[in-house]
């Protein structure tokens, strides 16, 4: 008995409180520390667009931009982000108000279930902030060229992160494509 | 997931102090691969060590002439740093062959150095593993062994060390900047850091316990051409089967041994006069490989003979 305490007091949980800014809202939170931040965000504060597909950061669906980086959520721990600006599918647009990307994945289609569809906005916005830095990808035949056209095979490499298992690609190409002003 | 307390440094001696005066204490940097170990109980932290906010975000250009890469910059500001991407071009092509955006914009140089291998049996605690569990055993011997390793490896360990960026560095011939908890700061040439398995797999690096990489430096680059080419299952976003970096007449192979390989046979020969093919069979004399690994030796000289190839017409370009 005296080691099974032991035990259970060697893995018990630790509590942390914490302030996560989330599309522009300060929110108190006490997590487990090992709580990702996509659990954060759909668990404890419920914005559920965020979506938990593998949670290996093989996927893509829980992409959101942390200081306006893409990044997977689940690879990462809330505790990590006090102080950083944390923006979801929720913050990009209003249903009254929709994002430029959100119009265009509407427009064109841009998907089937829907599953992955927040991720794949999330990640297209993070792509285009990226491209106009001026980043190079594996598609880009000299990585030092100064003008980096945003082809379609562009698009593809860049947008590799985020997997659509009804295979919606095409029409996430064109909305893409609408929205960043590339048709 | 095993519970874990956690704090964040501000400064490296702070960082440093932090892990040495905690048993089972980790540095906790992009957190893409060690977060993902954690899940699946391969890594077992009590303490985590958030280094994220120490000053070590900068690229500067050394009076050298070369470049010093501060251990958090996150491989995708690297791969777009023009400072990087003109005169080094093969290292923005092998970090861009890497992974995908959401994973570069948080992975750190010093983390992607440090991961581990994407073995399958590794991630499997359910499977016999030296490098998990010493004296296991290695289901990968006769098991499902088509990633795992031609050059270098053990009777304990095929495992491969998974880092396209490290392939592009070792043919720079980069070095690691390190501090230990006592202070003390050394330079660990790239070629040197990782070891092979050996009798221990379960040992990765030569860095000692609680020893923090700081930055990683580049000579200037050699002159001649420069190309990373990667053989992989799909065409985006998949590890390595087989690939080459070539930087001048110094080139390194990755996905075929339990670090970033240098093939200096393969540069001795050509430097002597050997051709192509002749310089990548001396590099591949003593390759072998283990049933579902066999492609590789003919996989790894074509790769070779393709990159070499590839950097000269970038050379003439």
Known sequence: MEVRDRVQQADAPVIAQIALEVNGVVRALTVDTRTTLLDALREHIGLTGAKKGCDHGQCGACTVLVDGMRVVSCLTFAVMHEHDTITTIEGLGRPDALHPLQAAFVAHDGFQCGYCTPGQICSAAGMLAEHARGWPS??????AAEDIPLSDPEIRERMSGNLCRCAAYPNILAAIKDAGGLT | MRPFSYERATDVPGAL????????AKFLAGGTNLIDL???????????????HLPLADIEETEAGGLRIGALVRNHVLAGDRRVRRPYPVLSEALLAGASGQLRNRATTAGNLLQRTRCF???NPGTPCNKREPGSGCAALQGLNRIHAILGDSAACIATHPSDMAVAMSALGAAVETVSPDGQARAIPLGELHTLPGDHPEVETVLRPGELITAVTLPPPPAGGQAYRKVRDRASYAFALVSVAVAGGQVALGGVA?????????????????????AADAELAPAHGHGGNDYKLPLARRAILRTLAQAQEAARA
């Open chain 2, 258 to 278: 339990h670090k970033p390989w240098r093939a200096t046979r393969l540069e001795a020969a050509i430097a002597s006069g050997a051709s192509p093919g002749e």
């Open chain 2, 121 to 123: 049996y590794f991630y």
């Open chain 2, 17 to 24: 102090r932090a892990v040495a005066g905690r048993p089972g």
């Open chain 2, 38 to 52: 954690m899940k699946v109980r391969v890594e077992t932290p009590a303490h985590l060590v958030d280094v994220n």
């Open chain 1, 138 to 143: 594996h598609a880009t035949a000299d990585v």
